[in-house]
């Protein structure tokens, strides 16, 4: 049987997805919006998630500086990434969206603050 | 005492157990041999009490029990304390080792307080209801009945100096029938020989009127004014602290585990942190009284642990309910206190405790049997209380003898030895009047040997940081200004604020754990657990006391609460 | 100190509040006791909040940044690490003594208030687990609070009970920190959380998921050493010979929210014993005239936005009971068949209204009906409803004179 059953988890609505292959083709049903089918498309060819942690940082104010992938990122590379945001310190007092990296090493994804450091 | 041997034989056969052994040692029946469960184990103890003997020792076995039991013990190992030397050597932190420690500072004494866990007051004096009993519910002429009704005339007085708090919220004995109402005049005449004042007879009406919760099917009560409510564990503090001030010394995590014995006389006690010459032994090791006995060769009890298990309720129940109420106890035969509903005086309602006789004497795991009994026949008692409202649950267990009654003497046999055992209920209530009693049994006995004298710098008043919630505004307004800390509340379900938590890991009698904070400053023993709390706490003890965050305990060591930290690989570049 | 409104709790629902009652052209004072604004947005670090309102991923942080910065662009003030000590009314005002580091304490007399309190988590007593009490029991939120703004890790070999969105959020950050997380424990039968969080927090990494089972025990005596777990029979009680040991060093819990009102009680109001908050009306307006309440502190809702949303309602509401526009809800909403709850209670005639319900257990192809006496208000069919997926619904002004309006849920007959 060519189908794969999924749960979308683009939105809380948690859509049951049925992706057929049957034809060949991808065919999705059960989506109640696009990205519905998008997320199925990425599912079935390459998987992704975006990613939140956080970093070290130098101030004992804000030792922690929460953070995310801005986009997604190939899903069997999380852990190598957690590797890569593990070993970042920031010196910087950053705001939400200053970038922490530029591009995260074997993504083009950039990785973001998304917290303001200022505010104590 | 050979007759006295034959009777309890006779008694133990007539109750099926043939085969335990009787013989005498010093004044006391000691039986042995072995039975099929605890239940008979303690048939066969009470069997053998009130044949003129002075205690039965009961070393009957159990089949199939075996020696598995609970029992916390310091990990430590050290010679720290070795050959030192004091007066008094008082074995157990307990409201009562900590109440004689500080009776006993009155007196120019080199005294040290041994205490085998890692703070005072986490046994028993933690676990229990926190009442002053008004000395009804014990036998006239008993030890408990004279220690009881003398505790409750001193508690006004000790409180004032010792800065705790205390309130006589008064109690009611709750009639379910309302021919017991008849039994007034007999209540009322006991109530006067066994000393009370003010025992009154409440009919079902005026009970509703002071009490407008009451069940339904409560007939009427016998008042009785001269209850009171403390935070147990915050008299032991005080008490110790007191101790402290007045030169006393505490020792946390020092377990005595036995003695070195010169004929009749104690002369140093064995601990993991090494041998301590003692003038003069107090036993007030609570649940383990009959083992340090033991250890002098003077056992002449058993304690056999009755475990009570004890609900607390959310604070918001606290105005529902104005007095302590509980079911009339009728029958007489029965060893508990019966439990029912305590008002606590930090503002919680109180539900409990159970009475089981188990035979491990620190297990304080509870059962949702046990909470089901709290809930179906305490809760009813108030009409307003719901089982939602149980914020947290523990057990303790009573220190009980077979005679059921507390030990406060002398030894016969050992010199220098007291002892202060088998202080079951209601040992908190009486703990100020066992304590001078012991302190002048201890003082008589060393006046035999030297001449002791009065402490010139005893100060009967504790010192104590400042209260802000207690304070008036003006005052806590000056606090505030002085010292911002005192401003910043951390705990948000007491209102505990950062200053207090300070105050506590630097008191007299420091608090460097999660726990010990908690009986001190009672941050996160309110409705949420320590849920938002715990981390600021945890950071506050890692910064006064300089130590790293995963070394920080919930209790004692071993305890810790956090196992390392995240982003260590980014940080090790920069800290070197 | 005198304020219009006064809102307490600077979360999404508060600085929605304080925004709204600006905008409204009232005075407002707003208190947070905590040092920094965002309430528990602060510790969620996840992304996935702001899709209704921004059709953005935003992590927690993000998502309260926008709305501080627009609280802060209209010089709304804060106060910080400010403790509300004593509430009362007096003469119909709202009499408040406030402490905070810097003032000490101080009263503040407010004509109308905001409480946007947020929700507390249910503890390891209140799901009555049994034994000791050793360190390594943590609930969801406290694990949260010291991974993701400490840096601290509570535990090496986690066992998770309950099956809430924070606890399967947090088997995914303890197993992208460095822990092992060796299952979630769900005494009910089906997952608590919202489904795309077992997907993504739990199947993703390969934690597995017990439904019908539960902690019965927990071992050790200074830290957590293992736990009992067992299987569940109907009524939820473990089932004899199902035990079974896990050696562990924790166990997180994530076994409900509850609204905090603690502070509201003392003056008497109405609350709805299925929320746990109080009754409300479509203006977030409580049974007490001129007290509002929004966010996680009505009732626990499952969308940030839906949050925010609740507190610009109350916030313009209470603006206009300053200015005398705005009367109570008398209009009783019940929450019928199939309902687990419906929010608000009450609602004014005349007047749009946003309601939320959940369904009492999960049920395909259903029919929402709202009527009135005989007469059918309004209809609404779903694919699929779960008690742990929160519905919003608009309902349209309703006629003056009504005395009750009832939710119900009706299956739709299966023709397969
Ligand atoms: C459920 C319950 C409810 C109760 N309610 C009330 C009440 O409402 N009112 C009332 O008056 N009484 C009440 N009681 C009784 C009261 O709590 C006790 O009588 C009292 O706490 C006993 O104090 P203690 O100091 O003798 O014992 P503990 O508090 O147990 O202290 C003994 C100490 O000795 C230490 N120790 C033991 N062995 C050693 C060793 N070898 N070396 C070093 N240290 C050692 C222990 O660690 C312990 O800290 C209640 C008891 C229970 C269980
Ligand atoms: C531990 C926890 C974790 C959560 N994690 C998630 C999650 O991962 N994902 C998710 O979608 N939802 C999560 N939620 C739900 C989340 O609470 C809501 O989405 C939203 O943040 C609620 O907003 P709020 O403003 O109502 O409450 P909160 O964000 O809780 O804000 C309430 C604010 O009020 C302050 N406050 C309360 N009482 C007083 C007082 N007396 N005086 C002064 N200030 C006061 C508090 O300090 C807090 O800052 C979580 C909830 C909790 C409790």
């Given at each position: 049987m060519p189908e794969t059953l999924m749960t979308c988890i683009?939105?809380?609505?948690s859509c049951r997805l049925v992706v057929d292959t049957g034809s060949g083709e991808l065919v999705v049903s059960?989506?109640?919006?696009r990205k519905g089918e998008e997320y199925a498309h990425d599912e079935i060819i390459n998987p992704t998630r975006s990613l939140t942690s956080t970093v070290a940082t130098i101030f004992p104010d804000f030792p922690l500086l929460p953070v995310r992938t801005d986009g997604e990122v190939p899903k069997d590379k999380i852990f190598e990434i957690m590797d890569i945001i593990n070993s970042i310190l920031v010196e910087k007092r950053l705001r939400p969206g200053?970038?922490?990296?530029?591009k995260i090493p074997g993504t083009g994804t950039p990785l973001i603050a998304t917290a303001d450091m200022r505010e104590l | 005492m050979e007759g006295g041997l034959q009777l309890v034989k006779k008694t133990l056969q007539s109750k099926g157990f043939p085969q335990v052994e009787l013989s005498e040692r010093r004044g006391a029946v000691v039986l042995e041999g072995e039975v099929q469960n605890w239940d008979d184990y303690l048939a066969a103890g009470y069997g053998a009490?009130?044949?003129?003997?002075?205690?039965v020792v009961n070393n009957i076995t159990v089949s199939?029990?075996?020696?598995?039991f609970t029992e916390s013990r310091p990990a430590v190992k050290d010679l720290?304390?070795?050959s030192s030397e004091f007066d008094v050597v008082i074995v157990g932190g307990g409201i009562i080792g900590c109440a004689i420690a500080r009776e006993l500072s009155r007196w120019d004494l080199k005294i040290a307080l041994l205490e085998?866990?890692?703070?005072?007051?986490?046994?028993?004096s933690s676990r229990n209801n926190g009442m002053i009993h008004p000395a009804m519910a014990v036998k006239l002429g008993s030890k408990k009945h004279h220690y009881n009704l003398r505790g409750n005339r001193m508690y006004d007085q000790v409180a004032g100096e010792l800065g705790f708090e205390l309130e006589w919220p008064g109690s009611l004995a709750l009639?379910?029938?309302?021919?017991?109402?008849?039994l007034g005049p007999l209540a009322k005449r006991s109530a006067r020989k066994k000393g009370l004042h003010g025992v009154k007879v409440f009919s079902r009406r005026k009970v509703k009127d002071l009490e407008?919760?009451?069940?339904?099917?409560?007939?009427g009560a016998f008042y009785m004014p001269e209850s009171g409510i403390v935070a147990p564990y915050k008299v032991t503090v005080a008490y110790a602290e007191n101790a402290i001030q007045n030169g006393a010394r505490l020792f946390m995590n020092t377990m005595v585990q036995g003695f070195v014995m010169e004929g009749s006389r104690i002369a140093g006690v064995r601990t993991n942190r090494g041998i301590i010459q003692a003038g003069l032994v107090v036993n007030a090791?609570?649940?383990w009284s009959d083992r340090i006995a033991e250890m002098a060769g003077d056992r002449f009890f058993t304690i056999h642990p009755r475990k009570g298990v004890i609900a607390i309720l959310d604070?918001?129940?606290?105005?529902?309910?104005?007095l302590i109420l509980g079911r009339a106890q009728?029958?007489?035969?029965?060893?508990?206190?019966?439990g029912g509903l305590t008002p606590l005086i930090d503002g919680n309602i109180l539900v409990g405790p159970t009475a089981t006789e188990t035979p491990?004497?620190?297990?304080y795991s509870t059962s949702a049997k046990e909470l089901q009994f709290l809930e179906e026949?305490?809760?009813?008692?108030?009409?307003?209380?719901?089982?939602?409202?149980?914020i947290t649950y523990f057990a303790g267990t009573r220190a009980c003898t077979f005679e059921e009654d507390f030990i406060v003497e002398a030894s016969k046999y050992v010199e220098n030895l007291v002892h202060a055992a088998?202080?079951?209920?209601?040992g908190l209530a009486s703990a100020p009047a066992i304590a001078v009693d012991v302190t002048d049994i201890a003082v008589s006995i060393l006046k035999k040997k030297a001449d002791i004298k009065a402490?010139?710098?005893?100060?009967?008043?504790r010192l104590e940081a400042p209260n802000p919630g207690k304070l008036g505004l003006e005052d806590r307004n000056r606090l505030i200004a002085a010292n911002p800390s005192y401003g910043?509340?951390?705990?948000r379900c007491e209102m505990v604020s950062e200053g207090e938590v300070v105050d506590a890991i630097h008191a007299t009698l420091p608090a460097h754990s999660i726990d010990a904070i908690k009986r001190r400053?009672?941050?996160?023993?309110?409705?949420?657990?320590?849920?938002?709390c715990t981390p600021a706490v945890l950071n506050i003890i890692s910064r006064e006391i300089n130590?790293?965050?995963?070394?920080?305990?919930?209790?004692?060591?071993?305890?810790?609460?956090?196992?390392g930290r995240t982003k260590d690989k980014a940080r090790a570049g920069y800290e070197n | 100190m005198k304020t219009d409104v006064m809102v307490i709790g600077a979360g999404p629902a508060g600085l929605s509040a304080a925004l709204a009652a600006n905008q409204g052209g009232a005075g407002v004072l707003l208190i947070e006791?905590?040092?920094?604004?965002?309430g528990i947005l602060k510790q969620c670090i996840h992304d996935g909040f702001g899709?209704?309102?921004?059709n953005e991923k935003l992590s927690g942080p993000e998502y309260a940044f926008c709305d501080l910065e627009a609280v802060k662009s209209r010089n709304i003030e804060i106060l910080k690490n400010t403790f509300v000590l004593d509430l009362k009314m007096k003469d119909s005002k709202f009499k408040l003594l406030l402490q905070n580091p810097d003032k000490g304490v101080f009263p503040v007399t407010a004509t109308s208030l905001v409480a946007a309190t947020g929700c507390r988590e249910r503890t390891s007593r209140q799901v009555f687990i049994h034994g000791d009490r050793p360190a390594?029991?943590?609930s969801a939120g406290t694990a949260q609070n010291l991974i993701n703004?400490?840096?601290?890790?509570?535990?090496r070999k986690c066992v998770v009970l309950g099956s809430g969105d924070i606890g399967m959020i947090m088997a995914r950050r303890l197993t992208l920190e460095g822990a092992e997380v060796l299952g979630v424990y769900e005494?009910?039968?089906?997952?608590?959380?919202?489904t795309r969080n077992l997907v993504q927090c739990l199947e993703d990494f390969d934690i597995p998921l017990y439904l019908n089972s539960t902690v019965t025990k927990v071992h050790g005596?200074?830290?957590?050493?293992g736990v009992t777990v067992a299987a569940v029979g109907p009524d939820y009680s473990p089932l004899f010979g199902t035990e079974s040991y896990i050696p562990c060093d924790t166990l997180l819990l994530s076994v409900g929210l509850i609204p905090e009102n603690d502070i509201l009680e003392p003056l008497g109001l109405a609350m709805d014993t299925s929320t746990g908050g109080p009754i409300v009306d479509q203006q977030m307006?409580?049974?007490?005239?001129?007290l509002f309440s929004c966010g996680n502190a009505t009732h626990v809702y499952d969308l940030v936005d839906h949050v925010s949303e609740s507190g610009a309602t109350a916030g313009s509401a209470a603006a206009g009971y300053c200015k005398k526009d705005c009367v109570q809800g008398e209009i009783e909403v019940k929450a019928g068949d199939n309902l687990l709850y419906a929010v608000p209670q009450r609602l004014v005639p005349g007047k749009d209204s946003v309601v939320y319900f959940r369904s009492a257990r999960t049920m395909d192809n259903v029919l929402l009906q709202v009527e009135a006496g005989e007469k059918v208000l309004t209809n609404k069919k779903y694919i699929r409803l779960r008690p742990p997926e929160m519905e919003r619904l608009v309902l349209e002004p309703l006629p003056a004179g009504l005395e009750k309006v009832v939710l119900s849920l009706k299956e739709a007959e299966t023709d397969a």
């Open positions: 683009q939105c809380p609505l059960g989506n109640q919006c200053d970038v922490v990296l530029e | 009490v009130g044949y003129g003997f002075r205690g199939g029990l075996k020696n598995c720290s304390l070795d085998k866990e890692d703070d005072i007051a986490k046994h028993t009639l379910t029938k309302s021919w017991q109402i008849l407008p919760n009451i069940g339904d099917e409560q007939r090791a609570g649940i604070k918001k129940t606290r105005n529902s309910q104005k009728l029958n007489g035969r029965s060893h508990t206190k019966g491990d004497r620190e297990d026949n305490h809760l009813p008692l108030n009409k307003a209380l719901k089982k939602d409202d149980f088998g202080i079951q209920s209601p402490n010139p710098n005893f100060n009967p008043r910043r509340i951390i705990c400053a009672r941050a996160g023993m309110g409705r949420c657990q320590g849920g938002f130590s790293d965050i995963t070394e920080v305990c919930k209790r004692e060591p071993g305890s810790e609460m956090i196992v | 006791r905590e040092s920094r604004p965002g899709i209704v309102r921004y390594g029991i943590y703004i400490h840096g601290y890790l509570p535990g005494i009910k039968s089906e997952v608590s959380g919202l005596a200074r830290r957590v050493e307006m409580t049974t007490i005239p001129g």
